[in-house]
């Protein structure tokens, strides 16, 4: 009688599921990247998180399901970082993505 393993376990960064439990193989390590995301109501709040491109937005819901529509896209942390070199503080940097439902979500109204 075999064995076959049947993989349960996702990536963390790329959703592939994983060939063996501790490393994914689909991806490599170029493709990872640390994605930047800038709440849209109070414009200064960031959540930073690696992951491949098309698994970021994704990998947000993961990580802070309760809020990840609240954040739009603003790039790659090495496009970020760009910016911030040109002058650019957080709040101007340009939106790149935002999540399709965000125009549904009604914000709490934030002190400061």
Not at 15 to 35: F, I, L
Request: include cysteine; aromatic fraction near 14%; proline fraction near 4%.
């Amino acid at each position: 009688m075999g064995f076959d393993f049947t993989a349960t376990a996702r990536c963390e960064v790329c959703g592939n599921y994983m060939s063996s439990p501790d490393s994914c193989n689909e991806h490599s390590t170029d493709d990872v990247k640390k994605h930047v995301f800038r709440h849209m109501k109070n414009n200064t709040e960031m959540k930073k998180i690696h992951a491949t491109s098309e698994y970021k937005w994704q990998r947000l819901y993961d990580l802070f399901p309760y809020t990840w529509m609240q954040f739009e896209y603003i790039g790659s942390q090495e496009i970020v970082d760009q910016y911030k070199r040109h002058g650019f503080n957080f709040q101007e940097i340009p939106m790149l993505q935002v999540c399709t439902h965000a125009s549904e979500l009604d914000f709490p109204d934030i002190e400061d």
